[in-house]
C-alpha cells in the first residue's frame, strides 16, 4: 500500500466489482431459497369457505384449512358468561374474550386447532376447564376461548384471519 | 505432487493440518504451476466444473418439487413451471445447462484432440474423461425422460430398444431395463433415481480426472513439457484462477441469453405433449448433443450393426492414445494432422445436421460418408500420419515460445529456426 492513503482508481474498481459481484451472486441465490416458500398452489388454497348453519350451540365442527385444523365453536351463553368471568390477572396470556371473537358474534368462537407448545392437535371438552381443550402431547390445558391457562405452552391459541361472508357462512383466511 | 511442502503459520492451522493435510491441499491448488502460455481454450475445465455444479444444485432444487410417476411426472414439472417460486428459472437452468454442459464438454474434446493433451503421460487423465462424457450421456438421457413427454417417452423407448438387438437376450435385457413390457412407470422411476445418482459419479470421477492431471501437469499449446518451472510457469492462483472467472462469467452471459431468451430452443416442442404410448410423434430426433451418434446408427441398414457402430463410435476414444502414433502432441507443429483434424470438426458437424434430418434420400448417404469418415480418421488416418507426417521443429522451451515477441504460434516457430 502506498504511504498516503489516497484513493486510487484501482481501489474504485476492486469496490465496484465486489459490489456488482455481492449483488449478482445475492440475486442468484434468492431464487434457490424462495422456491421452498409456499408456491402459487399452495397459496391459492389459503382460503376456506365452512357452512356453519347445521352447527348447534355447545357443539362445534373442525374444518381443515391451509393443512392444520380449524375449530368452529359455537358457544352457549352461558360457556360465553363463563370465559368473560375470568380474571385477566390469573391469565398466562392475559387477553379478553371479546378480542377473540368478532363483534355480535359472540357465540362463534374461531380457531386454530394447533397447541402452541409443539403443534400438536387439542381434544375438545377435555381438561380441568369446562368446555375448553387438553392437549395430549404435553399436558397443556386450554379455556372455553381457547385461552392457556395450564401446562407448557406459551400463549393462547391461534386466532386466524376469518369473516362472516353471510349468517351461515365463515370464510378462513 | 507429493514434494509439496507446506506449513501452516498458525499453530491451530498446523495441529489441524498434521491431522487433515487439507490446509495443503489447498496450498498445492493455489501453488500448482501452470504453463504460463495457457490459452482461452484451457479455461473449459473450470467452466466445466461450473457446469456440473449448476446441475446439481438447480437438480436437487427439481427434485423437491418433481414426482417420479407415469401419471404424475408431467404436471408435476408444468407444476414447477407455473406455480414453485422461480421454478421456471430453475427448470431452465437445469435443461439449457444439460446443453451447455455438453457444448464445454465438447470444445474441452476438442482442445485435447487439436493439442494432443490425451497423449502420453496423460492417456488416465483421458479415459477418465470419456468415461465422464459416458456418464453425462447416460444422465442426460435419462433426465430427458423425466417431464414424461411425448419425445421423453418415444426417447426412451428408442434408446432402450437398442439393447434388443443384442443376440439372444436382447429382449429380456430390454424387458429388464423397463421393468414392464413397455416404457412405463417402473422404468421412469428407475430412470429418476439413476439420474439422481449419475452426477454424484461423474463428480467422484472429476477429482480423479483432476488429481490425474496434477501428476504430470498440463499440457500447453506448444504441447511440450516443462523444462524451468520458473521460467515456464506461473502459479494458477491468481493468473489462471483469473482468467478462468473471466472465461466463465462470458460462458454464463451466453448460457444466461439462452436461459432468458430462449429457453426453449434447443428443445422440441412435442415435448410438452403428455407421453402416450398409443400415438409415435412424425419425426422424433434426440437433443442435438447425441445426434452425430443417431446419424450413425441410423447410417446402418442392420439392427446390431446399427447398435455395434454408435457404440464403437465412443468406445474408439478410449484408445485413441495409442492410435495416434506421433509423438508431437500440439497439432501447431503437425502441418498433415492439423488438416485431418479440421475435417473431422467437420464431418462430426455434418454427421449431426444429418442426425438431425430425415433418414432418407442425401442425408443418407451423407451419413453413410460421414461415418466411415469418422471411423477412417481413428483407425488408418491418425496411425498413418503418424509415421509419415514430417512435423515442423518444436521451440526449445515454453518460455522461447511465449518470448519471441508475438501472440501468433506459427511465427514464434519461425524464429525458433532461425536460433
Given at each position: 500500500m502506498a504511504k498516503n492513503k489516497k484513493t486510487t482508481r484501482r481501489d474504485f474498481l476492486y469496490t465496484a466489482t465486489y459490489t456488482i459481484g455481492a449483488v449478482g451472486l445475492g440475486a442468484t441465490i434468492w431464487p434457490f431459497i424462495d422456491q421452498m416458500n409456499p408456491d402459487k398452489s399452495v397459496q391459492a388454497l389459503a382460503t376456506t369457505e365452512v357452512d356453519v348453519s347445521t352447527v348447534e350451540p355447545g357443539n362445534s365442527i373442525t374444518v381443515l384449512w391451509r393443512g392444520k385444523p380449524v375449530f368452529l365453536k359455537r358457544r352457549t351463553q352461558e360457556e360465553i358468561n363463563e370465559a368473560r368471568a375470568v380474571n385477566l390477572k390469573e391469565l398466562k396470556d392475559p387477553q379478553k374474550d371479546e378480542e377473540r371473537v368478532k363483534e355480535g358474534k359472540d357465540e362463534w368462537l374461531v380457531m386454530?386447532?394447533?397447541?402452541?407448545?409443539?403443534?400438536c392437535v387439542p381434544l375438545s371438552n377435555k381438561g380441568d376447564y369446562k368446555g375448553g381443550w387438553f392437549c395430549p402431547c404435553h399436558g397443556s390445558h386450554y379455556d372455553v376461548s381457547g385461552r392457556?391457562?395450564?401446562?407448557?405452552?406459551?400463549?393462547?391459541m391461534e386466532i386466524p384471519k376469518y369473516e362472516f361472508v353471510d349468517n351461515n357462512t365463515i370464510k378462513i383466511g | 505432487m507429493s514434494d509439496h511442502e507446506y506449513q501452516p503459520t498458525s499453530k491451530a492451522g498446523k495441529w489441524f493440518n498434521d491431522r487433515l493435510p487439507l490446509l495443503s491441499l489447498v496450498s498445492h491448488l493455489k501453488d500448482y504451476p501452470t504453463p504460463k502460455n495457457l490459452n482461452y481454450w484451457w479455461t473449459f475445465g473450470g467452466i466445466l466444473t461450473f457446469c456440473l455444479l449448476t446441475q446439481i444444485i438447480t437438480g436437487i432444487v427439481l427434485a423437491m418439487h418433481y414426482v417420479a410417476h407415469a401419471d404424475l411426472a408431467f404436471g408435476s414439472v408444468e407444476h414447477i413451471m407455473?406455480?414453485?417460486?422461480?421454478g421456471w428459472l430453475i427448470r431452465y437452468i437445469h435443461s439449457n445447462g444439460a446443453s451447455m454442459f455438453f457444448l464445454a464438454v465438447y470444445i474441452h474434446i476438442f482442445r485435447s484432440l487439436f493439442y494432443g493433451s490425451y497423449k502420453s503421460p496423460r492417456e488416465i487423465i483421458w479415459i477418465i474423461g470419456i468415461l465422464i462424457y459416458l456418464l453425462m450421456m447416460a444422465a442426460a438421457f435419462m433426465g430427458y425422460v423425466l417431464p414424461w413427454g411425448q419425445m421423453s417417452f418415444w426417447g426412451a423407448t428408442v434408446i432402450t430398444n437398442l439393447f434388443s438387438a443384442i443376440p439372444l437376450v436382447g429382449e429380456s435385457i430390454t424387458t429388464w431395463l423397463w421393468g414392464?413390457?413397455?416404457?412405463?412407470n417402473p422404468t421412469l422411476n428407475r430412470f429418476f433415481s439413476l439420474h439422481y445418482l449419475i452426477p454424484f459419479l461423474i463428480l467422484g470421477l472429476v477429482v480423479l480426472h483432476i488429481w490425474a492431471l496434477h501428476v504430470p501437469g498440463n499440457n500447453n499449446p506448444v504441447g511440450i513439457d516443462i523444462q524451468k518451472p520458473s521460467k515456464d510457469t506461473v502459479p494458477f492462483h491468481p493468473y489462471i484462477t483469473i482468467k478462468d472467472i473471466f472465461a466463465l462469467l462470458v460462458f454464463m452471459i451466453i448460457f444466461a441469453g439462452f436461459v432468458f431468451f430462449?429457453?426453449?430452443?434447443?428443445?422440441?416442442?412435442?415435448?410438452?405433449i403428455p407421453a402416450n404410448p398409443m400415438v409415435t410423434p412424425a419425426h422424433i430426433v434426440p437433443e442435438w448433443y447425441l445426434l452425430p451418434f443417431y446419424a450413425i446408427l441410423r447410417s446402418v441398414p442392420d439392427k446390431l450393426g446399427g447398435v455395434i457402430l454408435m457404440f464403437s463410435a465412443i468406445f474408439i476414444l478410449f484408445i485413441l492414445p495409442w492410435l495416434d502414433t506421433s509423438k508431437v502432441r500440439s497439432a501447431v507443429f503437425r502441418p498433415i494432422y492439423r488438416q485431418f483434424f479440421w475435417i473431422l470438426v467437420l464431418d462430426i458437424l455434418v454427421l449431426g445436421y444429418v442426425g438431425a434430418m430425415p433418414a432418407e434420400g442425401i442425408y443418407l448417404v451423407l451419413a453413410r460418408v460421414g461415418t466411415i469418415y469418422y471411423f477412417l480418421h481413428f483407425l488408418v488416418i491418425l496411425p498413418v500420419v503418424g509415421y509419415l507426417e514430417k512435423t515442423d521443429p518444436l521451440p526449445i522451451n515454453i518460455s522461447d515460445a511465449v518470448m519471441s515477441g508475438s501472440s501468433n504460434l506459427s511465427i514464434a516457430k519461425k524464429d525458433e529456426k532461425k536460433v
Open positions: 386454530l386447532g394447533v397447541c402452541t407448545h409443539l403443534g392457556i391457562r395450564k401446562g407448557p405452552a406459551p400463549v393462547n | 407455473r406455480d414453485v417460486n422461480y414392464a413390457y413397455s416404457v412405463d430462449a429457453p426453449n430452443v434447443l428443445g422440441h416442442s412435442d415435448n410438452y
